[in-house]
């Protein structure tokens, strides 16, 4: 018998052995492991090189061992292979030990796959469970150990296994889930990502938050057995409330640039097609990481302090709570994540509401007390008799607006929308780009593809053209109602209006434009004639076919974009140069070669140049104007000598903006709802986009000199005044503009100091009878499409 057993066991043995000798040679070769190169997702950074977005089904962050914290290499070893270090590919102790706990428990829960194993399936097999796959696993994992060392194969490991939420590799799932770099995560977050290899799905924390948590103590309880953690440590790690990024907030990235990052990407394809989404290309754009978070959370201020101000809609959306208050929160910590917080503006649920009291919960098992004020927006959704489905009870879903140091208040995601683009004037790049309140709710670019009236922020290029007709800043204009007669049969008289119905007589040109006077505006356009600013419009980029030549240009009756907008007040900024707005700085390839370069124009240049330098300069003081006392006053609030602007309201105030800017930087702020209405009778471009563009100038310029304007040839300075040096007073210069000349109307030092005081309570000069109709704002541009003709607009080129 025992001679049968010894010939069955040296059968058994030459067997395998001609197995082995025959299959052995025919594994596949390793070079795809030795020359590792994974699918690598587009990258977008901005020019300081903070990531903005990745695109590519698979996300991935390749990693050197050598990066990768030991606690979470000590976590990875807990929950898959405690032996690697000791083993040569198979555990043949934790073979035994599976086979003993499945035999005990009577099933197959626990298999022996050690980290080598599994690098082998996953590089060059199929997860079919066959005892053929299994065979070649194991000679491929001896074929492995053989050929590479152990931190080698732990390295491929950790930046090749699926981790969930499209993230392939440690490294980008802790970004992924925590929104940290892999060197920053503690044990309780290790162990957590340890965890989930295992069954991605099963065990993600985002969609099963309970099932996760069980996996997570399991290997915290591993490596406090493995002495990889102390008491304390694990002890800490057991009670630590994780916080996910991907559950709490809309956006996975340390910059908030997915308008931006949607435009990269556009380009990118373009140039590379699919191919982008799996090379590792990356594209480095313009952006400032600090300025463009600025912009995003200036533009969100205030299209969230406008919120608070309008008719509450009610709840987005009601759960069904139980009665006991523990067993209700585990629902609401649930529930909650399906309606991702916008930074300050968070997601909560109704506990319990009555007129004088709502309390809300977040899930975290704290009540939030909203009283008074803080609830006044919803105060009609209050009341017992309001409609079921629109009013404030338990489980009803909500938003409060949380801020350092104020009580949170009751309020609502906006439906209005806004803008705010930056640009160098020196050179055309975007230094940072707002396109909307949140990419996730609309992804349409309200930065580059909207169509919109500028209102009275379009003034400027009137007067700008006027300059070279001898019009100067002491020019005495008649701000009193002007009619225009129709010029057709059954159509309606022009009477065009100032925004607050005031008017302020004979006045000079400065104080008109600081004022934004209507009736000042058209009666220098009636003089310059409509053609003539037209062609002038050119000259900062505007198409002609956006400015048509009427009397109502002078109110802003054209069609532009906050980009286009940015890309003509730079011309102002930067001394008289054309620069073309672009937002790509370089593309590199997957091995760091750079395969593109912006290439700008630039101030300085001759050939870029388009008005005079003296037409910019005199422009910077009427500009200048606007701030120091006229309807950007707020703009003060910097400090700084050197910044100038102009409000915009349109007719109806449709939209309000603010263009404003300092030698260096440009900056356009837009607010407007999608389909034009009337933003409120009192809201205008210094009420509304002003303070978006001032907190962010605040950051944009925190260290910036202040810049003096320096008097370029041409110019002659009379009775504390800058003039053309040919249209001085008395010597070419023109005197009045509709004033009659009987001497009756010329201003008295009464309506000089009365539109100084309008610096404090003058409107923003932009009502008027309707001019021409009105763009909608879904209405594509030329900056709609981003073809290849585009990314010579993001290159600069």
Do not use: C
């Not at 898959?80 to 197959?108: C, M, T, W």
């Not at 997860?127 to 053989?146: D, M």
Request: proline share 6%; net charge neutral; no cysteine.
């Amino acid at each position: 018998m025992l001679m049968v057993l010894v010939g069955l066991g040296l059968a058994g043995a030459l067997l395998v052995g001609t197995a082995l000798a025959l299959v052995y040679p025919k594994l596949p070769d390793l070079a795809s492991l030795t020359d590792y190169r994974p699918k690598v997702p587009l990258r977008v950074l901005t020019s300081d090189g903070e990531l903005i977005a990745e695109f590519g089904e698979e996300r991935r962050r390749p990693v050197d061992i050598s990066q990768v914290p030991l606690v979470m290499q000590h976590a990875i070893l807990a929950a898959e292979d405690d032996r690697f270090y000791e083993h040569g590919g198979i555990d043949y102790l934790g073979v035994v030990r599976a086979a003993l706990s499945n035999l005990i428990h009577g099933g197959k829960g626990q298999g022996a796959s050690t980290i080598t194993m599994q690098v082998a399936r996953n590089f060059f097999l199929s997860r079919e469970k066959t005892w053929t796959r299994k065979f070649y696993e194991v000679l491929l994992s001896y074929k492995i150990e053989a050929d590479l060392s152990k931190d080698k194969i732990l390295e491929l490991y950790i930046n090749q296994i699926y981790l969930g939420q499209r993230a392939y590799g440690f490294s980008a799932a802790s970004q992924i889930y925590f929104g940290k770099r892999l060197q920053d995560i503690d044990p309780a977050e290790a162990a957590m990502l340890a965890g989930l290899p295992k069954a991605p799905s099963a065990y993600n924390p985002i969609v099963n938050p309970k099932r996760a948590k069980l996996r997570q103590e399991y290997v915290l309880n591993r490596m406090h057995e493995l002495k990889y953690i102390t008491d304390d440590q694990y002890k800490q790690a057991l009670t630590e409330k994780l916080v996910y990024r991907g559950k709490r907030s809309a956006s996975l990235y340390p910059v908030d640039a997915d308008y931006a990052a949607e435009m990269a990407r556009q380009a990118a394809v373009e140039m590379y097609g699919d191919e982008a989404y799996t090379a590792g290309i990356t594209v480095i754009t313009t952006l400032k990481a600090k300025e463009q978070n600025a912009a995003q959370t200036a533009l969100r201020d205030g299209l969230e302090e406008y919120e608070t101000r309008q008719y509450y809609r009610g709840p987005e959306g009601f759960i069904e709570l139980p009665d006991d208050a523990a067993k209700a929160e585990e629902v609401i910590a649930d529930s909650i994540g399906d309606y991702p917080d916008y930074d300050e503006l968070q997601s909560a649920v109704v506990l319990s509401a009555t007129p004088q009291e709502v309390d809300v919960s977040r899930g975290a098992g704290d009540v939030i007390k909203l009283t008074g004020k803080n609830i006044k927006p919803a105060e009609s959704w209050l009341n017992p008799r309001a409609p079921s489905n629109k009013r404030l009870k338990r489980g009803a879903v909500v938003r409060i607006l949380v801020k350092d140091g104020q009580d949170p208040i009751l309020t609502q995601i906006p439906e209005v929308q806004g803008a705010l683009v930056s640009l160098d004037s020196h050179n055309g790049a975007i230094r940072a780009l707002a396109g909307g309140f949140e990419y996730s709710l609309n992804k349409f670019n309200h930065v580059t593809q909207s169509t919109r009236q500028p209102g009275s922020s379009f003034k400027p290029f009137v007067y700008s053209a006027s300059l070279e007709k001898g019009v100067t800043p002491t020019t005495i204009i008649n701000d009193e109602p002007i009619s225009f007669p129709a010029n057709t049969p059954g159509g309606k008289d022009w009477n065009p209006k100032n925004y607050d119905n005031k008017y302020d007589g004979p006045m000079l040109m400065r104080d008109g434009l600081a004022h934004s006077k209507n009736m000042v505006s058209i009666r220098i356009l009636q003089y310059i004639t409509p053609a003539y600013a037209q062609q002038w419009a050119t000259r900062f980029g505007f198409d002609p076919a956006d400015v048509p030549p009427y009397l109502t240009m002078a109110l802003g009756a054209i069609t532009t974009n906050p980009l286009q907008m940015a890309s003509a007040y730079s011309v102002f900024s930067n001394g008289g140069y054309r620069i073309k707005p672009y937002l790509i700085e370089k593309i590199k390839d997957g091995q760091g070669r750079i395969v593109a370069q912006a290439r700008p124009a630039v101030s300085g240049d001759e050939a870029n140049r388009v008005i005079d330098a003296r037409n910019a300069f005199m422009m910077q003081r009427l500009l200048r104007g606007v701030v120091e006392h006229g309807t950007g006053v707020r703009a003060k609030a910097l400090g700084r000598d050197d910044i100038m602007g102009k409000t915009g309201t349109t007719n109806d105030s449709h939209d309000a903006w603010f263009a404003g800017f300092n030698p260096d930087l440009v900056a356009i702020a837009w607010v407007g709802y999608d389909q034009p209405k009337n933003l409120g009778n009192r809201e205008t471009g210094g009420g509304l986009a002003l303070p978006i563009w001032l907190d962010y100038m605040k950051v944009a310029l925190k260290d910036a000199p202040v810049k003096p304007q320096v008097v370029p040839p041409g110019v002659t300075f009379v009775n504390d005044e800058y003039y053309y040096s040919e249209f001085t007073p008395g010597n070419g210069g023109i005197e009045k503009l509709g004033v009659k000349n009987d001497g009756g109307d010329i201003p008295s030092l009464f309506n000089f100091l009365k539109g100084l005081g309008n610096a404090i309570t003058g409107g923003d000069g932009a009502k008027t009878s309707p001019p021409a109709p009105h763009s909608d704002n879904n209405t594509p541009s030329k900056f709609d499409k981003q073809g290849p003709d585009q990314i010579e607009k993001l290159f600069g080129r």
